[in-house]
């Protein structure tokens, strides 16, 4: 069971917003840069979101980022059939010292 | 282009040991932090290790004392050196840069069977 709690799958149609949670601890994700990734399955992860709320060249505003507390949020908006994909979540924790993934989200555009 | 490509996988015994290897181009690799993660079937992602660029080392608490990480900056090469391989080792396992708020690019994985 990963210490960072995701949601195990969401869905929503095309056009429409979604959100997916990240919810951890002071010691990770209340205290630490949380990013995400897409991951479509077959191929390896890629950054969408670095620093909470940033995002890379190339990867469009649909895409946004949040934190507060101990809780952070990915946001897409506009959703297309393209986003299907698993989604992660990723912060550092501070007290063990390690890299601590999100169980990962299951994207379903219906 | 920032590139990262993996080898060395392959199938192994259990108890076995395996050696991993992450070319890096595009990119000057000595600046950069670098990290090992693995994916199972079927699976989410699991971090393994990262290594800073003054050689300062992290593990997962699973594969502690039996993998190591470790760099070579003038080859730009990682490398991860797996010993006393369990079957629960079995992963696709990815090399990432490190950035301050997270990892970019990943390689394409190489495939790890720990089976007998």
């Known amino acids: 069971q990963s210490v960072l709690t995701q949601p195990p799958s969401v869905s929503a149609a095309p056009g429409q917003k979604v959100t997916i949670s990240c919810s951890g601890s002071s010691s990770n994700v209340g205290n630490n840069y949380v990013s995400w990734y897409q991951q479509v399955p077959g191929t390896a992860p890629k950054l969408l979101i670095y620093e909470n709320n940033k995002r890379p060249s190339g990867i469009p505003d649909r895409f946004s980022g949040s934190k507060s507390g101990t809780s952070a949020t990915l946001g897409i908006t506009g959703l297309q059939t393209g986003d299907e994909a698993d989604y992660y979540c990723l912060a550092w924790d501070s007290s063990l010292s390690s890299v601590l993934f999100g169980g990962g989200t299951q994207l379903t555009v219906l | 282009e920032v590139q990262l490509v993996e080898s060395g996988g392959g199938l192994v015994q259990p108890g076995g040991s395996l050696r991993l290897f992450c070319a890096a181009s595009?990119?000057?690799?000595?600046?950069?932090?670098m990290h090992w993660a693995r994916q199972g079937t079927g699976k989410g992602l699991e971090w393994v290790a990262g290594?800073?660029?003054?050689?300062?080392?992290n593990y997962a608490g699973s594969v502690k004392g039996r993998f190591t990480i470790s760099r070579e900056n003038a080859k730009n090469s990682l490398y991860l050196q797996m010993n006393s391989l369990r079957a629960g080792d079995t992963a696709v396992y990815y090399c990432a840069r490190g950035l301050p708020g997270g990892f970019d690019p990943w390689g394409q994985g190489t495939l790890v069977t720990v089976s007998s």
């Open positions: 290594i800073g660029t003054a050689g300062d080392t």
């Open positions: 595009g990119f000057t690799f000595s600046t950069y932090d």
